[in-house]
Every structure is written in C-alpha cells, then in structure tokens.
C-alpha cells in the first residue's frame, strides 16, 4: 500500500475482519451504536486483529470511568501481543497502539500527539484523525483540533474515505474558535456529502446557539432528526441542544417534554448524558421551571460516582447534582477526590490542580474573600475542563451567579465579556445579571 494512502492499513488477512473493522470505522465516526458489535466481529474473525484491540481499549477509555481503566489496559496488552504475533504489525497499527499506551498512561495530550506523529504523511486516515479529534475534545484543547483539521483539509478531497466526517470535525474545530460563518458553510457541506455525519450535524447546531439563531437552530435539528436519531447516546446530545433553544424561547414545558422524552429517556450512567441531564436541569431551575423528581432520578448515578474523578469534566456534573439534591458528604467526598486528583500525575491530575479544584469550591459555595477575586480567572481558565463552548457554558453562568452572590460586580462584568465573546447574550445571563444588581 502507498504511503499516500487514505486508509489505515492493517495486517489482517481476513476478508471478514476487514470489512467488520470498516464498519467500526464508520460507527465511531458516526456516532453509531453498532461499533462495539463491529469490533466483535472483527476480533472473532481475527482474534490478532492489532487495531480492532487497541480501538476497543479507546473505547473503555473514552468512556471516562474508574472501572473502566483497567479493561483499557487489558486491551492494550492484547494489542501488543497481536502485534508480537503479527511480527510487528504495519506501521499504522505500531502508531495506533503507542498512542494507547500514552492514553493508558494518562496522558490523552500524549496519545493524540503520537497519532499526529504516525499519520504526519497522511493527516486525513480518517481512523486516527477522529480519535485524536476526540481526545482533544475531551482536553479542550480547541487549538489542537483546529491545527489537525487545518492539515487534513490542506489535503481534503471530496472523494477520499470519510471525507464528510473530515470536514464535519473541522467545522467544529472552527466553531469552538468563534468562526461562526466558515464552521457554519463547513457543516452544511459535511452532511451534504455524508448525511451519517452527525458531528458535523452538531457543529452547525452550535453555530446557532452561539449566535443566538433559536428559530434557525430549531428547524436544523428538527430537519435532521431522521439522522440524528439513529446514533447511539450521541441523540442523547442532539435533543439537549434542542431543548436549549425551546429554553431560550421560554417553553419550559416544551423542554421537560423533551427532558424525558429524549434527553434522558433512560437512566445511564455514561458522563455525557449525566452531563445534559445536569446542566438542562440545573438552567431550568434558574428559569423557574418544576424540575419535580428530575434531581431525585440522577441521585443514585451521582452518589455512586461520589469518589470518581477519572475526568474533571464529568466530576464537576456529578458534583453539581450531589450539591443540587443536598447530598453534602457525598459532594464532600468529590471534592477530596478531585484535590487527591489534582496531587497526582498526568493530563486530568493538571486539569483537577489548575481549575476543576478551584471551580469544585465554588460549586459547593466554598471560597475565601480572595477566592472572589479570582472567579473570572476561574472562568478564562474553563476551557481546560474540556467538552466544548455549549457544554462549558452551565459552569460560566454558575460562576457568573458565585459573583453575583458575592456582591462582586467587577468579576460579573468581565465574566459576562468573556462568555459574550462567544455567545449571544441569552435570558439566563441577563437574569443573573439583574439579580445582582436588585
């Protein structure tokens, strides 16, 4: 195979693991619930297949539980054997499973980093490129991801494999940088060319939101339900952001439906739905709206998540539900586990240290008088925790609302300048703001 290729080369020789592998391929990029069941087929067609190992020791990772650390590294051991077995493995494979063991390490920054490194010839192997896309996302890191979509689309190409789903995580990567038109013409164009391409779907849904498009972005998602609702908990997502704009139009009701209709239609325990469930619940509140039983249905998720601070992001949901539901010990407990997080090594030990600790006290309405001249800091800081602009938003307006609390009108002045640099103002921001000033 050509250097050049487009394609993640592999030294299976099975017919069937190949094709059961692509399909994976197609799920993760998808956002399909079919990838795991294509990951199993390849390894019983091939039970060395060397990436169909690593990628499910990604999978366990990307999950983002305690639990599921060591089946990740269980994975990885399996990887390496294979590729003992394989006498090396190709290139490609010997790229993706260093880049798992950095993972497994601890290190997400590293892992997306040694992706990089192994695919610089050929930035566009859609494979490696949307699990760094994803590493990063869970970092934060938008400049990253801006950086590797600016190299794949350097050399893009409509014809190539997954070239919609290329173009769809650069629309994101442009979005989350504030360049709101180009991610907009991206988008639209990804799904045009791949209507799987529910992240790209997504990055213009975005786009609405920060321009405060409530009817646009309405009438995009609802326009692309059909696909949307074919992805596994990512439809989860989709029907949040959804509501978020029933929620700027003040139908609160119409967002409750939507609540437990689509948006937390079950109870799981993945930190992405905790997260949409948190964060809608917790703005509805603010809005007035009778949450009734919602907090109560999350509090066994959250309670048993109490010591969990595998990733700061999740933490930080989980510990505005334990505050939200007077689960005080528990909240407690988070914390000291997010402060022995942050004493320890690797990406999320940094992440706990230099915001997820300071940002804990604040949700918990701890804080010291210095500490309140410190909460805009706390908000330029945000991006670290990862996820994207939307998602990050609930702990802007939550710290907007520990200022406006405090009597520190400086500090909700310059917080409301920095989430405004990326959002249109909204109901809830001018609602803190009057608040603090009656």
């Not at 990512?234 to 948006?263: C, I, K, N, P, Q």
């Not at 239609?265 to 919602?294: C, I, K, Q, Y």
């Not at 939307?390 to 405090?406: K, M, S, T, Y």
Request: aromatic content about 6%.
């Amino acid at each position: 195979m050509r250097p050049e290729s487009p394609h993640f080369e592999t030294s299976t020789e099975s017919g069937a693991a190949r094709k059961a592998f692509d399909e994976a391929v197609h799920g993760l990029a998808a956002h399909r619930p079919t990838t795991a069941g294509a990951l199993a087929t390849a390894l019983r067609a091939d039970p060395d297949h060397v990436a169909a190992h690593a990628l499910t020791g990604f999978a366990n990772l990307i999950l983002a539980r305690s639990e599921l650390v060591e089946p990740a590294g269980q994975a990885l051991g399996r990887a390496r054997a294979a590729l003992a077995a394989r006498d090396g493995g190709t290139a490609d494979e010997r790229a993706l499973v260093g880049a798992l063991g950095a993972a497994v390490a601890g290190s997400f920054s590293g892992a997306a980093d040694r992706l990089d490194a192994g695919f610089a010839d050929r930035p566009a192997v859609l494979l490696p490129f949307k699990l760094a896309h994803a590493l990063r996302f869970m970092l934060g890191d938008a400049k990253g991801m801006l950086a590797a979509s600016g190299r794949a689309m350097a050399i893009w190409d409509p014809e190539m494999p997954g070239a919609g789903f290329l173009l769809g995580c650069h629309a994101f990567a442009l979005e989350e940088h504030g360049f709101y038109d180009a991610a907009r013409a991206a988008g639209e164009s990804a799904v045009a060319l791949q209507p799987d391409d529910a992240w790209g779907l997504h990055a213009v849904g975005h786009v609405h939101e920060m321009r405060g498009d409530t009817g646009a972005g309405i009438a995009w998602i609802e326009a692309s339900r059909a696909s949307w609702s074919r992805c596994n908990n990512f439809s989860f997502h989709m029907a949040w952001h959804l509501a978020l704009f029933h929620l700027e139009r003040g139908d609160t009701e119409r967002v409750l439906r939507l609540y437990d209709a689509e948006v937390r239609p079950a109870p799981t325990d993945d930190f992405r739905d905790m997260a949409n469930a948190v964060s809608l619940l917790w703005r509805l509140e603010r809005r007035g709206a009778p949450v009734g039983h919602r907090w109560r249905d999350l509090a066994e998720i959250a309670l048993r998540r109490r010591a969990d601070a595998t990733l700061v992001f999740g933490a930080l949901h989980t510990l505005t539900a334990l505050v939200a539901l007077g689960e005080w010990a528990a909240a407690r407990e988070l914390v000291a586990a997010l402060e022995a997080r942050a004493r320890g090594t690797g990406d999320q030990a940094r992440v706990a240290a230099g915001i997820g600790v300071p940002l804990a006290h604040v949700l918990l309405g701890r804080g010291s008088f210095a500490d309140r001249q410190a909460l805009d800091a706390i908000a330029t800081r945000l991006p670290g925790i990862g996820g994207s602009n939307a998602q990050r938003d609930v702990f802007v307006l939550a710290i907007a609302e520990a200022a406006g609390r405090r009597g520190d009108a400086a500090a909700l002045t310059r917080i409301g300048r920095i989430r405004r640099h990326l959002k249109a103002e909204d109901r809830l921001i001018r609602s803190i703001e009057r608040g603090a000033r009656a």
